[in-house]
C-alpha cells in the first residue's frame, strides 16, 4: 500500500520547480529571493513560495484507504513589480501544466490550476513588490 505523503509531494514540487531555474521558498521568502540590496534601489530577484492548504480528498477502499488523494497548494510568484510578477506567475504555470511527479510508488495524475489570483500590488512594504497567488490542485494515485 502506498499512501500519501504531503512532504513527498511538496519536496516534489519545489524540486520540479527548482529544476526549472526558479527561487523557491517553502512558504517563506528564500535566500537570495527580493531585493539585492537597498529596496527599490537594486534589481529583484524574483521568487515563488510554495505551501500546501488545509482540506483536500482521499478516496479508496477499505484495504487501501488513499487510492486517490487530492491536494491543494498556494504558489505565490513575486516581483518587484508587475511585469516581472506576472513573467515569474507564468515560469510556473508553464513548468507545472504539463508536470508528472513521482513520489515513491505514487503519480501524479493531474496537476492543474484551481484559482488564479492576477498581479497584486502590496503597499505593506516599501517600495511595494507584487505577487501573483495560484491555488494548484493535484491529484495524485
Known amino acids: 500500500m502506498s499512501t500519501h505523503s504531503g512532504l513527498d509531494l511538496t519536496d516534489a514540487i519545489v524540486a520540479l520547480l527548482e529544476g526549472g531555474g526558479l527561487l523557491v ?23 515563488v513560495d510554495v505551501h500546501p492548504v488545509p482540506g483536500g480528498v482521499f478516496d479508496g477502499s477499505l484495504e487501501d484507504p488513499y487510492t ?10 513575486f516581483g518587484g513589480d508587475q511585469r516581472q510578477c506576472e513573467w515569474m506567475n507564468d515560469r510556473v504555470h508553464a513548468l507545472l501544466v504539463s508536470a508528472r511527479l513521482s513520489m515513491g510508488e505514487r503519480r501524479t495524475q493531474t496537476i492543474r490550476p484551481d484559482v488564479a489570483g492576477g498581479a ?3 503597499d505593506t512594504v516599501q517600495p511595494p513588490i507584487w505577487f501573483a497567488p495560484a491555488r494548484w490542485r493535484v491529484l495524485t494515485n
Not at 33 to 46: H, K, L, Y
Not at 68 to 77: E, F, K
Open 25 to 47: 521558498g517553502r512558504g517563506a521568502k528564500p535566500d537570495g529571493g527580493g531585493w539585492q540590496g537597498a529596496p527599490g534601489e537594486s534589481p529583484f530577484t524574483p521568487y
Open 68 to 77: 486517490l488523494a487530492r491536494t491543494d497548494y498556494i504558489i505565490r510568484s
Open 120 to 122: 497584486v500590488r502590496d
